[in-house]
């Protein structure tokens, strides 16, 4: 599917794409060209969601303003303009394409889709997909294909970017995972179960420059008996009681279903080696208890885990931020919404837990070694590819080294920051409690009481970790393998978090 487009579809015709996006390049739609023609304030404005600086600008009949008012504001432009900003592709050729529209008897045009440049460290993108709810009027489409959202970048972001052969992307959308995996992996499979979508990420890809084996079907069924380096996922997962009323949002299995055969599917299709980002949503029950569902997707995969919980939303605030996504109208959200919160009722679901996945299938005759659940909602605390990797080597590091080898090593600290909690009493402030925080670190924070803040402001990589806990015995007079075994936890979690590492 990667060379041809979808029939019936939009953008089947790839020659229109290949000279649609040539003549975007050369009108200056780029990333750059629009952050020029808007000034930084206004496409900054822009990119946060909010258009009405740039409609003000986008006011005359340039280029620019042409392109950017149909393709990501979504408005009306005279036909004559946009046959003027292009050259090279007609707008017969491209309304022929679902690409736009020609209305008012050939007059005005307007965008079926939205069309924008995007980029990466490794390179400037187009991408194609639908225009979102405040782009148009009415409720979106069943087979929508979402454009970059938010969830889309922190997926993104979470990725460990590190070059490998294989790569699987399930449920595409618009293509926009894919596009970043063409920096670092040499085959790209993606899949996705919408017509639709295939037929906008075979254009996102043909624009940008990449190729990539598109194939359709759910979950892992297009590549049954296949094996990847690395596997992305922001699956459907919309926690509801098994409708599909939009395709990017709701599977069609009840609850978090569709996460978890996801997650049990994982391990019969990746190397041994091999990693998985994906994005989730759990059902919780018992706030107490938030991780119930993850542990249990994890129970039996063998694949070592790093689940970090980013928000724990309540009933309605989960259902109010899904059902304002679609652009329905008022009536019908509080028709859907009371539905879904009797479902949610029902199924005694109390919460509904967000965040990301990174899992690993284990070397060749390797054992799981680790699988962690854990909640981390600090801002600019977001798991990061780059964390990613460095949390896996740290629990590699780890599992391959005991306590006496870890006595045995000099450790150095990261830049990190020891930060005081203090309350005013008789004495002035009274530090009641104090924490070692890698800053950007997530979940890089470990409390420290007296010892273990003199045992890491020791940390220099000059002596050995034994060596400094016998100074510190003999210096509270107490006995020096008591205190190493009760420093060893705080040490190993300080190791974990990126706060403490071997010396070279
Ligand atoms: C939330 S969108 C993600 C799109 C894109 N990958 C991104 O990161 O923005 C989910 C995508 O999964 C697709 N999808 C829905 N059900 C699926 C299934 N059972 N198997 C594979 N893909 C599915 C949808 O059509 C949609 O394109």
Redo the contacts with the bound molecule.
């Keep these: 599917m990667s060379e041809a487009g979808v029939m019936g579809h939009p953008c089947a015709d790839l020659g229109v794409v290949d000279r649609f996006a040539a003549a975007l390049r050369r009108a200056g739609f780029t990333t750059d060209g629009i952050e020029a023609h808007l000034g930084a304030e206004v496409s900054a404005a822009l990119t946060g969601g909010v258009s009405w600086p740039a409609a003000a600008v986008l006011a005359d009949d340039r280029r620019l303003s042409t392109l950017i008012a149909l393709f990501l504001l979504g408005e009306e432009r005279a036909v004559a303009a946009l046959e003027g900003a292009l050259s090279g592709v007609g707008v017969d050729e491209l309304a022929g394409q679902g690409i736009v529209a020609v209305a008012d008897g050939g007059a005005t045009v307007r965008p079926i889709l939205d069309v924008r440049p995007y980029a990466d460290d490794a390179g400037e993108y187009l991408v194609f997909a639908d225009q979102d709810s405040g782009r148009r009027s009415g409720t979106l489409a069943h087979?929508h294909?979402?454009?970059?959202?938010g969830?889309?970048v922190s997926?993104?972001r979470a990725v460990i970017r590190a070059p490998v052969r294989r790569a699987l992307?399930?449920?595409?959308?618009?293509?926009?995972?894919?596009l970043h995996l063409g920096a670092h992996c040499a085959d790209i499979v993606a899949?996705?179960?919408?017509d639709r979508?295939l037929a906008l990420a075979a254009a996102t890809a043909r624009a940008s420059g990449q190729s990539w084996d598109l194939r359709r079907?759910?979950?892992f069924?297009p590549v049954a008996g296949e094996r990847f380096d690395l596997i992305?996922?922001?699956?459907?997962?919309v926690i509801s009681r098994g409708d599909q009323d939009y395709?990017?949002?709701?599977?069609?299995?009840p609850a978090d279903g569709?996460c978890e055969q996801l997650i049990a599917q994982l391990p019969e299709h990746l190397n041994p080696g091999g990693v998985a980002s994906v994005?989730a949503n759990w059902a919780v029950t018992d706030v107490d208890d938030w991780s119930a569902r993850p542990r249990r997707w994890l129970a039996n995969t063998g694949l070592d885990a790093w689940v970090v919980q980013r928000e724990l939303a309540d009933p309605i605030s989960y259902v109010s931020l899904w059902l304002a996504d679609a652009g329905e109208s008022p009536e019908r959200i509080a028709t859907r919404g009371r539905e879904w919160l009797d479902y949610f009722a029902d199924a005694g679901i109390v919460a509904v837990g967000m965040g990301v996945l990174t899992l690993r299938r284990p070397s060749v005759g390797g054992a799981v070694r680790f699988q962690i659940v854990e909640e981390i909602t600090g801002a600019g605390e977001e798991v990061t590819g780059d964390e990613a990797q460095a949390f896996l080597a740290r629990q590699d590091f780890l599992a391959e080294n005991s306590d006496e080898d870890l006595l045995a090593m000099r450790l150095s600290t990261s830049p990190v920051m020891l930060e005081e909690h203090l309350l005013p009493g008789d004495d002035g402030w009274q530090c009641v409690g104090s924490v070692l925080r890698r800053p950007g670190g997530p979940g890089a924070a470990i409390p420290l009481d007296e010892v273990s803040r003199a045992l890491f402001a020791g940390c220099r990589g000059q002596v050995a970790l034994a060596d400094l806990i016998a100074l510190l015995a003999a210096h509270h007079d107490v006995d020096a393998d008591a205190l190493a075994q009760a420093a060893m936890p705080v040490v190993r979690e300080a190791i974990a978090r990126g706060i403490a590492y071997q010396a070279v």
Excluded at 169 to 178: E, I, Y
Excluded at 191 to 194: G, I, L, R
Excluded at 247 to 253: C, L, P
């Design positions: 087979d294909v979402l454009g970059i959202g969830a889309s997926l993104a992307d399930v449920g595409t959308g618009c293509g926009v995972q894919a899949t996705d179960t919408n979508a079907g759910s979950l069924e992305v996922s922001n699956p459907p997962f395709i990017y949002r709701d599977s069609g299995v569709l994005l």
